[in-house]
């Protein structure tokens, strides 16, 4: 079957043994629920999956399978929203406060002693704390309204002389059924 030889290259190439089965933390369970189906997602899984979702757009997909991809990343988008604004939250409630209360921002200098805004960063008093809170954030499950893929995806898709690229399947391996 080709999911089984799509893990065996996994393996080859990514240095995880995937193949015949994938450990249960790499699926996500599906729930019923009056509004369809739910998968199950690690918070810390979605960055990882919106980027292999917009990588395979690019692959030349069959439409039907674009459109199920372009909802499910319209999910993803505003969860990473949520994200970034809860780290930013994070950052700002971990930060060291000049007098007027503000968080204290650093940033490096080039050799001209001009700012160099891309190494902008929060000056934090716990570095440690707020580590501790986001990576608690991040191993957070939410639910998406989907459906899972299935595994016979890579069948179709060879049948139309398509094939899906190691890197973008396991991008998108949290979104497979087992």
């Known amino acids: 079957m080709l999911w089984?030889?799509?893990?065996?290259?996994?393996?080859?190439n990514v240095g995880i043994n995937l193949a015949g089965h994938c450990p249960?933390?790499?699926f996500k369970s599906k729930t019923n629920s009056t509004e369809g189906e739910f998968m199950k997602i690690q918070v810390k899984d979605i960055q990882s999956v919106f980027a292999g979702i917009n990588e395979?757009?690019?692959?030349?997909?069959?439409?039907?399978?674009?459109?199920?991809l372009a909802r499910t990343a319209k999910q993803l988008g505003i969860e990473m929203q949520?994200?970034?604004e809860s780290r930013q939250k994070l950052l700002e409630e971990h930060a060291k406060k000049d007098d007027e209360g503000k968080p204290v921002i650093l940033v490096d200098k080039d050799d001209e002693g001009k700012?160099?805004?891309e190494t902008q960063r929060y000056d934090l008093?716990?570095?440690?704390?707020?580590?501790a809170a986001f990576e608690s954030i991040?191993?957070?499950?939410?639910e998406i309204t989907m459906d899972a893929l299935k595994p016979e995806l890579f069948d179709e898709l060879e049948e139309k002389g398509i094939l899906m690229p190691?890197?973008?399947?396991?991008k998108l391996l949290p979104l497979f059924e087992e």
């Open 166 to 170: 190691v890197k973008v399947t396991y």
């Open 56 to 68: 395979a757009a690019e692959i030349g997909l069959p439409a039907k399978l674009n459109y199920w």
């Open 125 to 131: 008093v716990d570095e440690a704390a707020f580590t």
């Open 24 to 26: 249960a933390y790499l």
């Open 115 to 117: 700012d160099k805004p």
């Open 82 to 84: 949520t994200l970034q």
């Open 4 to 12: 089984d030889n799509h893990l065996e290259r996994i393996n080859h």
């Open 138 to 142: 991040l191993e957070e499950e939410i």
